[in-house]
């Protein structure tokens, strides 16, 4: 607070010219004056010369051809509005120290070819007039020039440094947006465009309709519209364009605002949506829908984490509960080889359980390999190979699958949706397991059926969810770690197919579809 206290002293001390220089629109009011100063300089010289000369002849001819201020408005005409024009850039690109680098070269050349369009336009006119009023030029161009010509040319130009700056966002808030304050803002660029487009269009319509009439010289009138009007329109143009823009790009910034605050903790809030039905409306909708799934997607992914938590905290505590007994009291330990194939099996579920872990985080990074697989050949092969491992012990595995069966995709990650649901029937199974493989039309059908208990159609949809395990069939000791199936279900759906759990007579039938591949050529 001292601080704030010591600087705002600090700025009453300099007074309010020297904080105006620190302002960032300094730029702005220092162009509009010095393109107003210079009108004032060349009227007032012109005036000044006019009455250097001496009074008006009484003679009529005399009067009207008596050249007064030819030769200071033949320099006025050339170079002289170059040299105004230069002055006038020179004062934006001082009053612009500070700023980025672009911005003062933008600031000095917008007010630089602002004003210069301005006073040539000017010093045309008064080009025009002092041939047909030399004794009358100097006045008109003296009260015309401080009573319109100044002011509107310090104004335009003033609006057009404005707009080359940003035209109404602060320094602070685009350098803290990140964007820095170099680049022009889009409702910036579509107002000086859309101005000067339209100026431009309304002077040559005016000149358009002048040599409509090559017979006729142009009159005031004709330089009035030229030297005020296009000004003019462009002026209330440009405004007009970046009121708009500003407006309609309201809703934009406040879907940014939102967004800017949304972290990880707050997926909850959503971006407020416009009443409009355009494309911004569409967007906030769009972006909604997407937090939305992200939101999902980080309930999930928090859900994951805390069920492998529990899932792997709960054998390794048993694990080094028996390990920490064993050592704690050896004598009564009467068979060590046995303690330690119990805690190698352990280890064995547990690196089970990782690898599954591993295989669920990064197989949806990673999209399967394009490649033909002969869907038939894989299950006959796994079943000759189960009907040799422990978990087959006493069921009879068979496998129907007469005719090549291809499909499109990673042939190792089918191979584990193979396995998994050959284990899941193993593990569920009271004598007999039986895969077929068939085409059906445009698809691959897997079927894989056990005779065991079978599954209640109430639970079909939660068997895959991960580390879900029925209490009637699973355990932790005999069943797996609830991730068979899960697994199962993300391998078939990455490959374009599903798999389902289908009604059965007796004991549960999984069946698995896959879009049917191209067969190889030969």
Request: aromatic share 6%.
């Amino acid at each position: 607070m001292a601080a704030v206290a010591e600087q705002r002293g600090r700025q009453g001390r300099r007074g309010p010219l020297a904080v105006l220089r620190h302002h960032r629109y300094w730029p702005v009011w220092a162009a509009g004056l010095a393109a107003a100063l210079v009108v004032a300089a060349a009227v007032i010289w012109l005036q000044a010369e006019d009455l250097a000369v001496g009074a008006l002849p009484w003679v009529i001819p005399e009067v009207i051809h008596t050249d007064r201020v030819g030769p200071q408005i033949a320099f006025l005409a050339w170079p002289g509005f170059l040299w105004g024009a230069a002055a006038v850039g020179a004062a934006g690109w001082l009053a612009a120290h500070g700023h980025a680098w672009a911005v003062r070269l933008r600031a000095a050349a917008v007010a630089f070819l602002t004003s210069g369009a301005l006073l040539f336009t000017y010093t045309r006119w008064l080009e025009q007039e002092n041939p047909l009023k030399p004794w009358l030029v100097a006045k008109e161009a003296y009260r015309w020039g401080l009573m319109f010509i100044g002011p509107s040319t310090g104004l335009l130009t003033a609006a057009a440094v404005w707009a080359a700056l940003g035209g109404g966002a602060t320094l602070a808030g685009r350098a803290g947006r990140g964007g820095g304050e170099d680049r022009l803002p889009y409702r910036s660029r579509t107002a000086l465009v859309a101005g000067v487009a339209t100026g431009a269009l309304f002077a040559a319509g005016i000149e358009v309709l002048r040599r409509a009439q090559p017979d006729h010289a142009p009159g005031q009138p004709y330089w009035i519209a030229l030297t005020t009007g296009a000004p003019l329109v462009a002026l209330l143009t440009g405004v007009l364009v970046h009121v708009t823009a500003a407006r309609a790009l309201r809703p934009v910034e406040a879907i940014r605002r939102e967004l800017a605050d949304i972290t990880g903790q707050s997926l909850d809030r959503r971006v407020p949506v416009p009443p409009t039905g355009d494309v911004i409306a569409r967007l906030a909708v769009t972006t909604n829908d997407t937090l939305d799934r992200l939101e999902q997607a980080s309930s999930r992914q928090q859900q994951f984490v805390a069920d492998a938590a529990h899932e792997l905290r709960s054998p390794l505590a048993a694990l080094r509960a028996q390990l920490e007994t064993a050592l704690r009291h050896p004598d009564s330990v009467t068979d060590w080889p046995e303690v330690v194939a119990e805690a190698a099996a352990d280890v064995v579920r547990l690196q089970a359980l990782a690898d599954d872990l591993l295989l669920l985080a990064s197989h949806r990074a990673t999209a399967p390999a394009g490649e033909p697989v002969d869907l038939a050949a894989l299950a006959e092969d796994l079943v000759r190979e189960h009907q040799h491992l422990p978990d087959a012990t006493g069921l009879l595995l068979t496998c129907e699958a007469p005719a090549p069966a291809l499909v499109h995709g990673n042939a190792t990650r089918l191979e584990r949706l193979v396995r998994n649901l050959l284990a899941n029937a193993c593990r569920h199974a009271e004598t007999a397991i039986r895969v077929t493989v068939e085409t059906d039309g445009p698809s691959v059908v897997l079927t894989v059926q056990d005779d065991g208990p079978g599954i209640p159609p109430a639970d079909r949809s939660r068997v895959f969810d991960r580390f879900t395990r029925l209490d009637a069939s699973r355990t932790r000791t005999s069943g797996g770690a609830g991730l068979g199936l899960p697994i199962a279900r993300d391998i078939a759906t990455h490959h374009g197919g599903t798999l389902t759990i289908e009604d059965s007579a007796r004991g549960a039938r999984l069946t698995a579809r896959f879009p049917t591949g191209a067969r190889p050529s030969g």
